[in-house]
Each structure stands twice: as structure tokens, then as C-alpha cells.
């Protein structure tokens, strides 16, 4: 049977003939492999080092208050943007046009062949040769495509830190360049920083010469509507009616309050007169100085009553005398409590008469009272009116005062600071001599491996028949 007509499934693969085939081409294989590598070496030679440093920004949020609106709240970013797009920009700008020109102005760039254009460089000669040249191009283009072309601008993950890599064939070129952007960077963002801050101290100026011109007529019409209402306030800040209020109130109170002492003394003192119990114990009664007098003769006549009592009988005249005297003095007594009664009780009459008096007063009072609150609703929207457009000026003053001594002394905050500085490296980035030679090195086998086993399958002599 032939082995076209051999069904697939009854043919085998003969692994020993294909590992016969390679040991047959084995030293073929190698001296390719070897050739390639050798090759690849000695253009690898031809290659020019490139050395890399790298420099690393940290972004950060360091706005000044005065550069914000009065109401702004506190934000993870003073200008409302997420970190990705404030991290974004900061790229963009490490890498406009205008920061690397300066950078190529401060570092003379356009003397050093690397990068004016000058330098052999296979390739360039190479496409030279085969009329494929690049179109000529003005030194500042050419300086700034080659710069461009070595530099390397990345967010470091999950941060808030840049990190600008540079390379260059000069290893101490690479490590000056990569502080030179950096530095510049931090330089124009304090240039910015300073420009927003005069900006503000300007709108700051102009905004505090109009709130001042609104201040004074906010307080004028204060005044005037205080003047053409009657609206003069008292002490404590009330208003004078409620001030009189107050004093009304508590005259009313004291006036009450004495009536009701009055009336219960008096009637205190008639309910011991009728049932006939001595008045003297009342503050009242006692402190009368007809009582006192009284009570002095009375006690005298006791006392005599007392000497004659021991030596008379009760009948005697004098004792009768004695007694009469003692009662008529008694009876002086009460009549003068009556008549302290009276006078409490016409206190009572005068005490009524005056908060009467006093509830008149009391009722014009919160008439006028009345009249003034409404009043006051429109004088209170006048003083708050007033007192915000204070406020406001108070705080434009606050910040007119840093922001204009930050622009006299030029300091500024910018929102990027330098956190690495970047050192000539002392290893080649490019080329990887040894990780391209292991890979031409692992294609070459790859490649020859796989054509000789593929050969020897197409061919059938790695194949047999099981049969």
C-alpha cells in the first residue's frame, strides 16, 4: 500500500527519524545560529548607548485661599477637576513646546550634535543613500523633534507623582536635562501661580473699592430709615418701647406686690382687733411711734400696778386708777391700729389707682411697641444687608493683604515640587545586547528547527504505517 492511499488514522509519526533528521543538520543549525548572533552583535556595535535618568514631581494641591471664591468649599481640587485630568495636564505641560524651548535655551541644546542633527547616525546615512532624507528642517525644530523623541513623561500608578525620563548618549546629559525639565516645569507653574495671584490682588482691589461704596450706603440708609421711623434703640440694643415696656412691667409688678402686702397687713391687724388680741406684734402697729409712746406709759403703769398690787388690796382706789389708766392706754392703742389699718387700706386704694395707671401706660407702650415691629422688619432686612456686604468687605480686606504681600515678595506656592532629582545612570537603557541576542538567538533555533521537522513530515519520511 502506498502512502497516498493510506487512511490518516493507520499512519504514525516517527519521532526517531525526526531526531535523526536534526543530529543530521545539527552543525548547520549552530553555524547559522552563531552567524545570526555574530550579525546581530556587530551591529549591535554600531548602535549608539543610550543612557536614561529620570527626575520625579509630586502634585499637590497648595491654592491660596485668596485665589478662591469667599464660598468655595473644600475640594480635592481647588479648581473642581479630578486628580487623573489635573495629573494629565501637568504632563501635557512637562511636555509643551514652550517648557522644553526653555529647557534648550537654558542647556544650549543646539550646540550638542546628539541633538542639532549633526551626528553620524547609521540609519539617517543609510536612508541618505537610498534617497529617502528627511525634509530639511529650521536647528529649533530639529532640537526640539530629538528632545521630544528621548523624553518620556509618565504618572506613576495609583499616585500623585510624575516622573520624567530622559536618555541620551551622555549619561550626565541625560541626569542635567532631566532636573534642567523639571526644574523649568516647577519654575512656570510658580509663574503661573504669581500671575493668578496678581490677577487676584487686581479683582480683589476692585471688588473692595466697590463693597465699600456699598458698605456706606447700606449703613446710610440704616440710618436714615432709623431717623424718619423714631427706631432708636435703648440699652442692650432694645428699642426704646420695649425698653419702656420693661419698666412698665415691673412698676406694675412692685405696684401689685405692695398692694397685696398692704391689704393683708391691714386685714391682718382689724381680724386681731375683733377678736380682741393684742395689735403690738404687728411690724406695722409696732413701728408707729404713738404706739411706742403708748406702750412705754403702759409699761410704766404695769410696773407701778406690780408695787401697788403687793401692798393694796384689788379694791383700793389706786389699783382702780392704775387699771383704768392701763386700759384707756389700751384703748389708745387699738385706735391707733385702727387708724394704721386705714392708712394701709387708703395704700391699697393709691397702690390700685397706679396700676391703672401704669396698664394705660402699658397699652400705649405696646401700641407704639406694635407700630415699631413692623417697622423694625424692614430696618432688620437694612442691618443684615448691611452686615453682609461688612463681612464680605472684611474678608476681601483679609485676603487682599496676603495676596498683595505674596506679590511684593514674589512668593508663591506652585502646585509642584521637585521630590527626585535625577542621576547620571551608569547601565545603558538601549541597547539590551544580551536580551536581543537571546532572542535572535531563540528565533534562529525556532525557525531552523521547525523547517527541518516541517520538511521531513512533508517529505513522509518521518511517517510510517502501523499496519
Same mark, same amino acid.
Given at each position: 500500500?502506498? /502512502?497516498?492511499?493510506?487512511?490518516?488514522?493507520?499512519?504514525?509519526?516517527?519521532?526517531?527519524?525526526?531526531?535523526?533528521?536534526?543530529?543530521?543538520?545539527?552543525? +548547520?543549525?549552530?553555524?547559522?545560529?552563531?552567524?545570526?548572533?555574530?550579525?546581530?552583535?556587530?551591529?549591535?556595535?554600531?548602535?549608539?548607548?543610550?543612557?536614561?535618568?529620570?527626575?520625579?514631581?509630586?502634585?499637590?494641591? +497648595?491654592?491660596?485661599?485668596?485665589?478662591?471664591?469667599?464660598?468655595?468649599?473644600?475640594?480635592?481640587?481647588?479648581?473642581?477637576?479630578?486628580?487623573?485630568?489635573?495629573?494629565?495636564? =501637568?504632563?501635557?505641560?512637562?511636555?509643551?513646546?514652550?517648557?522644553?524651548?526653555?529647557?534648550?535655551?537654558?542647556?544650549?541644546?543646539?550646540?550638542?550634535?546628539?541633538?542639532?542633527?549633526?551626528?553620524?547616525?547609521?540609519?539617517?546615512?543609510?536612508?541618505?543613500?537610498?534617497?529617502?532624507?528627511?525634509?530639511?528642517?529650521?536647528?529649533?525644530?530639529?532640537?526640539?523633534?530629538?528632545?521630544?523623541?528621548?523624553?518620556?513623561?509618565?504618572?506613576?500608578?495609583?499616585?500623585?507623582?510624575?516622573?520624567?525620563?530622559?536618555?541620551?548618549?551622555?549619561?550626565?546629559?541625560?541626569?542635567?536635562?532631566?532636573?534642567?525639565?523639571?526644574?523649568?516645569?516647577?519654575?512656570?507653574?510658580?509663574?503661573?501661580?504669581?500671575?493668578?495671584?496678581?490677577?487676584?490682588?487686581?479683582? /480683589?482691589?476692585?471688588?473692595?473699592?466697590?463693597? +465699600?461704596?456699598?458698605? %456706606?450706603?447700606?449703613?446710610?440708609?440704616?440710618?436714615?430709615?432709623?431717623?424718619?421711623?423714631?427706631?432708636?434703640?435703648?440699652?442692650?440694643?432694645?428699642?426704646?418701647?420695649?425698653? $419702656?415696656?420693661?419698666?412698665?412691667?415691673? %412698676?406694675?409688678?412692685?405696684? =401689685?406686690?405692695?398692694?397685696?402686702?398692704?391689704? =393683708?397687713?391691714?386685714?391682718?391687724?382689724?381680724?386681731?382687733?375683733?377678736?380682741? %388680741?393684742?395689735?403690738?406684734?404687728?411690724?406695722?402697729?409696732?413701728?408707729?411711734?404713738?404706739?411706742?409712746?403708748?406702750?412705754?406709759?403702759?409699761?410704766?403703769? =404695769?410696773?407701778?400696778?406690780?408695787?401697788?398690787?403687793?401692798?393694796?388690796?384689788?379694791?383700793?382706789?389706786?389699783? +382702780?386708777?392704775?387699771?383704768?389708766?392701763?386700759?384707756?392706754?389700751?384703748?389708745?392703742?387699738?385706735?391707733?391700729?385702727?387708724?394704721? !389699718?386705714?392708712?394701709?387700706?387708703? $395704700?391699697?386704694?393709691?397702690?390700685?389707682?397706679?396700676?391703672?395707671?401704669?396698664?394705660?401706660?402699658?397699652?400705649?407702650?405696646? /401700641?407704639?411697641?406694635?407700630?415699631?415691629?413692623?417697622?423694625?422688619?424692614?430696618?432688620?432686612?437694612?442691618?443684615?444687608?448691611?452686615?453682609? $456686604?461688612?463681612? /464680605?468687605?472684611?474678608?476681601?480686606?483679609?485676603?487682599?493683604?496676603? !495676596?498683595?504681600?505674596?506679590?511684593?515678595?514674589?512668593?508663591?506656592?506652585?502646585?509642584?515640587?521637585v521630590i527626585t532629582s535625577a542621576a547620571p545612570s551608569v547601565v545603558p537603557a538601549s541597547p539590551k545586547t544580551a536580551l536581543i541576542l537571546g532572542a535572535v538567538g531563540f528565533v534562529a533555533l525556532t525557525f531552523q528547527i521547525g523547517s527541518v521537522l516541517f520538511g521531513e513530515?512533508?517529505?513522509?519520511?518521518?511517517?510510517?504505517?502501523?499496519?
Amino acid at each position: 500500500m502506498t /502512502l497516498e492511499s493510506t487512511p490518516p488514522e493507520d499512519l504514525r509519526m516517527d519521532v526517531g527519524a525526526l531526531f535523526g533528521a536534526l543530529r543530521a543538520r545539527l552543525l +548547520r543549525i549552530v553555524l547559522v545560529t552563531v552567524l545570526l548572533l555574530v550579525a546581530t552583535f556587530v551591529v549591535l556595535m554600531f548602535v549608539p548607548r543610550m543612557y536614561e535618568s529620570s527626575a520625579s514631581l509630586l502634585v499637590e494641591d +497648595r491654592t491660596s485661599s485668596y485665589t478662591q471664591a469667599p464660598s468655595a468649599g473644600a475640594t480635592p481640587s481647588a479648581s473642581g477637576i479630578s486628580i487623573d485630568a489635573l495629573l494629565s495636564s =501637568q504632563i501635557e505641560l512637562v511636555k509643551s513646546r514652550d517648557t522644553l524651548l526653555a529647557v534648550i535655551d537654558a542647556e544650549k541644546l543646539r550646540d550638542v550634535p546628539e541633538f542639532n542633527g549633526s551626528a553620524a547616525i547609521p540609519l539617517t546615512a543609510l536612508l541618505s543613500l537610498v534617497g529617502r532624507s528627511s525634509a530639511p528642517k529650521s536647528i529649533d525644530e530639529t532640537v526640539l523633534h530629538n528632545l521630544t523623541d528621548r523624553l518620556t513623561v509618565i504618572r506613576e500608578r495609583d499616585s500623585a507623582v510624575i516622573s520624567i525620563f530622559v536618555r541620551s548618549t551622555d549619561p550626565e546629559l541625560a541626569a542635567r536635562l532631566a532636573n534642567a525639565i523639571a526644574a523649568e516645569h516647577v519654575k512656570r507653574r510658580a509663574g503661573q501661580s504669581l500671575a493668578d495671584t496678581v490677577e487676584a490682588t487686581a479683582w /480683589l482691589q476692585q471688588q473692595i473699592e466697590t463693597l +465699600r461704596a456699598k458698605v %456706606q450706603q447700606a449703613d446710610a440708609a440704616v440710618a436714615d430709615y432709623r431717623a424718619q421711623n423714631g427706631i432708636f434703640a435703648g440699652t442692650n440694643g432694645t428699642t426704646l418701647p420695649d425698653q $419702656q415696656m420693661s419698666d412698665i412691667a415691673r %412698676q406694675i409688678t412692685d405696684a =401689685q406686690a405692695r398692694r397685696s402686702t398692704a391689704g =393683708q397687713r391691714a386685714e391682718l391687724i382689724r381680724s386681731l382687733l375683733r377678736s380682741g %388680741q393684742p395689735v403690738e406684734g404687728v411690724e406695722d402697729v409696732r413701728a408707729s411711734a404713738v404706739v411706742q409712746s403708748l406702750m412705754q406709759t403702759r409699761a410704766t403703769l =404695769q410696773g407701778e400696778l406690780a408695787e401697788k398690787t403687793a401692798i393694796l388690796l384689788p379694791a383700793h382706789p389706786t389699783i +382702780r386708777g392704775l387699771n383704768a389708766q392701763i386700759a384707756q392706754v389700751n384703748t389708745q392703742i387699738a385706735g391707733e391700729a385702727r387708724r394704721i !389699718a386705714d392708712g394701709l387700706a387708703a $395704700q391699697v386704694t393709691v397702690e390700685d389707682g397706679l396700676i391703672a395707671s401704669l396698664n394705660d401706660d402699658m397699652a400705649r407702650a405696646r /401700641l407704639a411697641a406694635s407700630t415699631q415691629t413692623r417697622d423694625s422688619v424692614t430696618l432688620d432686612s437694612l442691618t443684615r444687608e448691611a452686615k453682609a $456686604q461688612r463681612d /464680605l468687605l472684611d474678608s476681601y480686606l483679609i485676603k487682599y493683604r496676603d !495676596a498683595a504681600g505674596r506679590t511684593d515678595t514674589g512668593g508663591v506656592l506652585p502646585d509642584v515640587r521637585v521630590i527626585t532629582s535625577a542621576a547620571p545612570s551608569v547601565v545603558p537603557a538601549s541597547p539590551k545586547t544580551a536580551l536581543i541576542l537571546g532572542a535572535v538567538g531563540f528565533v534562529a533555533l525556532t525557525f531552523q528547527i521547525g523547517s527541518v521537522l516541517f520538511g521531513e513530515l512533508m517529505s513522509g519520511r518521518a511517517v510510517y504505517d502501523r499496519t
